[in-house]
């Protein structure tokens, strides 16, 4: 059989090439296709470089979150003047260990698009998600020249942010090449930045912002916000990765879905058309995968060319599936383990799934 393995990542355990390797290693005999998946989070960034062999890879020393030095990557295509920048990668939750939105900045996602801006880059994709932070984009700001002060007209620094402190800002001294990039925006996140839907309210306990601390915290991001000329706090996506989407519309960044350019980067429909499964899953598969995730949207797309499809996740709560050719959902757990085993286990646990379900396919073929 032909198959199609397009796995989402299963966040902190395997990134989408690992899964998509583990599914492969239980397909002895068959005719796969990897596509590498992402949905604007973790794996964006792999998911562009393999599917531009033309690009490389650029890695550099960024002041992280709290100011610590470390090494983040970045895409980098010369043939397009192309930049592709993935927030996880030097502003994620996978980087600390102790969660601190009060004080973590994006600041080092700033210094790679600075980067990226001084190779002369004209267009900029910068995938939103996995991020650590919730200062609204001050610290991306910050790296491009951007200035905060406070009441009292004192520059505000970056580590901590201090968004509750800005009264007003400084655009003058913006790098001269932001005005020429094109800039993007991929997310599979359509939040605003403020409200019941916005960033504190639905990503900032993800982030280790105590309950109690919600409204407080919203009051913050809300002042920060009206220090800005323009109210862009509506637009779809402003809120995701802590309001880093907010700060690149201010500077005329476009909105565009995650998983959509990465079908479109691996020629995704084409593969379809002549497989007979697609295998796909992720970490998690609940209701709200239903609505908008990854490995939902590649069942419905596989569904319109006849293709069915297979799901492999961690963990499942979801009974019925709307028709979009989901012919069923394995937990690939088979034995009673904790999460952290899980965790650490989850390649081999992912194969064998995948191997004691395709036994059964291979026999009634």
Known sequence: MRIVVAMDSFKGALTSVEANRAVHEALAGHDVVEVPISDGGEGFLDAWLLTHPHAETVTQDVMSLDGTMRQARYGWSERTREAVIEVAEASGLTLIDVLDPWRYSSYGTGLQIKDALERGAERITVGLGGSATVDGGKGLLEALGVRFFDEM?????????????????????????????????????????????????????????????????????????????????????????????????????????????????????KKLRTADWLITGEGRFDDQSLHGKAPYGLACLAHAYGVPTLVFTGQTDVIAVPDAGIRAVFPIISRIVTLAEAMHQAEPLLTDAVSRVMSILDKNA
């Open 153 to 269: 007209g004192c520059v505000i620094g970056s580590f901590p942010h201090h968004i509750e402190r800005v009264s007003r800002i400084d655009w003058s001294r913006l790098l001269p090449e932001a005005h020429r990039v094109e800039w993007r925006i991929a997310s599979d996140v359509t939040n605003p930045l403020l409200g019941p839907m916005g960033a504190t309210a639905v990503f900032g306990p993800q982030k280790g912002l105590a309950p109690q601390d919600v409204v407080s915290y919203e009051e913050r991001l809300s002042s920060y916000a009206r220090c800005f000329e323009r109210d862009l706090t509506t637009r779809p996506g402003a809120g995701a990765a802590g309001g880093i989407g907010f700060a690149l519309y201010q500077l005329g960044a476009e909105y565009v879905s995650g998983i959509e350019e990465v079908i479109r980067w691996s020629n995704l429909e």
